[in-house]
């Protein structure tokens, strides 16, 4: 089973994109975030005809999230418990016995900004929300774009960038209050390399051919699901793509449902 992950920055400007990559990759669950796109013009049709079912929520411009499955989706929900629900940062669906949480978290704007501190309280209400809603013991996987460096090689400057919203000890601590409810990273459990990263920003000049990136998409899964990883990697081919997203899918595999003994 391959599930994916993917910002895809406009998923009607990128479609093109992420059609061609679904087509040559052939996840099993594609999760994509930042839509910005309303529900009433989300692009379902050329998904379902490429074979997937969708489940998705939006709004016009900003956030969104979606996921499209090859099987059947269950148990579909969207945001938090508390409110602010947030529907367009949260999608839970299961496929094939797992739970899969794909989430958009705040960006945060700047530090000692209410956005900073907004993103440090959803973290904090994920947690409530896993913990009313799941055991470690499940079968879950939490996927999506994190909003958050965990380490000093998940950024091309540590020690230049210490302080930004997606690489500071407050953010890293609040991610890791979540990650500490029963999450192994499953890209870290491959790949301890440094340089490997989802996202190099516009604004820098030729971001991506120097990897001036960060690693801000993870895929966490639970010792039950983690177990089972064959594979953790990211496909930077899409960020090659013209007029790309700024982000690229990251990807895990693994040997499921589990044989029966």
């Known amino acids: 089973m391959k599930i994916a992950s993917f910002n895809v920055n406009s998923l009607r400007a990128r479609l093109q994109i992420v059609l061609q990559w679904l087509a040559e990759a052939k996840p ?6 930042e839509t910005k796109v309303q529900d009433k013009d989300f692009p379902a049709e050329p998904f379902m005809r490429a074979g997937y079912n969708c489940a998705f929520k939006g709004q016009k411009s900003y956030n969104g999230v979606g996921v499209f499955s090859r099987t059947k989706l269950e148990n579909v929900r969207f945001g938090l418990d508390t409110e602010p629900q947030d529907p367009a940062r949260l999608v839970a669906v299961k496929v094939r016995g797992i739970m899969i949480i794909n989430t958009y978290v705040p960006q945060g704007f700047e530090p000692e900004s209410d956005k900073f501190r907004y993103k440090l309280e959803w973290f904090a209400r994920l947690r409530d929300y896993l913990e009313g809603q799941y055991k470690p013991s499940d079968p879950v996987l939490w996927t999506g774009d ?16 210490l302080g930004s919203v997606c690489f ?3 953010v890293q601590a609040a991610f890791g209050k979540v990650g500490n409810w029963g999450f192994v990273d499953l890209f870290r459990k491959h790949c301890k390399e440094n340089g490997r990263y989802t996202f190099w920003d516009y604004r820098l000049p030729n971001a991506f051919k120097r990897n001036l990136g960060w690693r801000l998409d993870h895929m966490m899964a639970t010792e ?4 089972r ?9 899409p960020r090659m793509a013209p007029k790309p997203s700024d982000h690229t899918p990251i990807v895990a595999e693994f040997d499921w449902p589990p044989r029966q003994k």
Do not use: F, K, W
């Open 28 to 33: 099993d669950v594609l999760c994509v975030q």
């Open 146 to 161: 994190m909003n958050v460096a965990p380490e000093a090689a998940d950024v091309y400057d540590p020690e230049g960038l």
């Open 168 to 170: 500071c000890p407050e």
């Open 224 to 227: 039950t699901v983690a177990r």
């Open 229 to 237: 990883c064959t594979a953790c990697y990211i496909d930077t081919a």
